[in-house]
């Protein structure tokens, strides 16, 4: 059993753990440390955790290009252990996305509108959510209040062919947790993940029971966030053993196609 062995303090044998919510480097607006492409192996390496898709905060908060090189060098120096996000800004549609998906490690876009200064359902994003409908890919977006969901909502009908993850969306409060749900029922193509997932003793259950297990992915926010209790938090929830390896890196496999 997972959660008996955790609490044995015996690792996870033979369960794929994958992180599909992480970054690199860092930010003046946080105490992090521990934010180099080096720390988040090691500190996934300490936990058995099999990989991480990765984004660079650097990419998000002050230079989208620079950031995104650096996501490809940390991604070509740990290949099968991070993969990669390209960020994408609605300041600037002129990124050449074929470059980075020519390599193998790159799985797909990250949008975070809020530190963009901009709305997800911002139309210069317009080039970008095209390009992950035709090639099939996984959009990861940090989705705070019910307003994000309701933009993504909307992108899951134009963009069939695009998975959408719902950044926090899983782990915030009740009326965004029933509203990622009404959302997840009426469209195959949208996702959720643990990220930040709230002290309470259940959270994880109640995320299960309302989106369903195979659409809900562990996510952590490394370096933001530290990530031991949220796989611990999963781990020893009361679900069953094959729920639990859906969420820990089940669905991750499947949605990134690792």
């Known amino acids: 059993m997972i959660g008996e062995n955790v609490l044995r303090g015996k690792p996870f044998d033979g369960v794929f753990i994958f992180d599909i919510h992480a970054h690199l480097h860092q930010t003046s607006d946080f105490q992090m440390t521990h934010t180099a492409p080096e720390d988040v192996a090691a500190t996934m390496d300490k936990l058995g955790i099999s990989g991480g898709c990765v984004s660079s905060i650097l990419s998000i908060h002050a230079d989208c290009r620079l950031g995104n090189r650096l996501m490809l060098d940390a991604v070509t120096k740990y290949p099968g252990r991070l993969y990669g996000y390209v960020t994408v800004s609605p300041h600037d549609n002129g990124i050449d996305l074929d470059p980075f998906f020519a390599h193998p490690g790159v799985k797909g876009l990250k ?148």
Not at 133 to 150: M, N, Q
């Open 111 to 258: 949008v975070h509108a809020a530190f963009h200064r901009a709305s997800i359902d911002d139309a210069r994003y317009d080039p970008f959510f095209e390009y992950a409908d035709k090639k099939g890919l996984p959009v990861l977006f940090h989705a705070w209040e019910i307003a994000d969901i309701l933009h993504i909502a909307k992108l899951a009908a134009r963009y069939p062919g695009a998975k959408l993850i719902i950044g926090h969306g899983a782990m915030r409060t009740w009326e965004v947790k029933r509203e990622v749900k009404k959302k997840k029922k009426k469209y195959e193509n949208v996702f959720a993940d643990t990220t930040v997932a709230v002290a309470y003793d259940g959270a994880v259950e109640y995320a299960a029971k309302q989106l369903g297990a195979d659409r809900l992915c562990y996510g952590s926010d490394i370096p933001f966030y530290d990530c031991r209790h949220v796989v611990g938090k999963v781990a020893t929830s009361r679900l069953s053993d094959e729920a639990k390896e859906k969420i820990l890196g089940g669905n991750a496999r499947r949605i990134l196609g690792l």
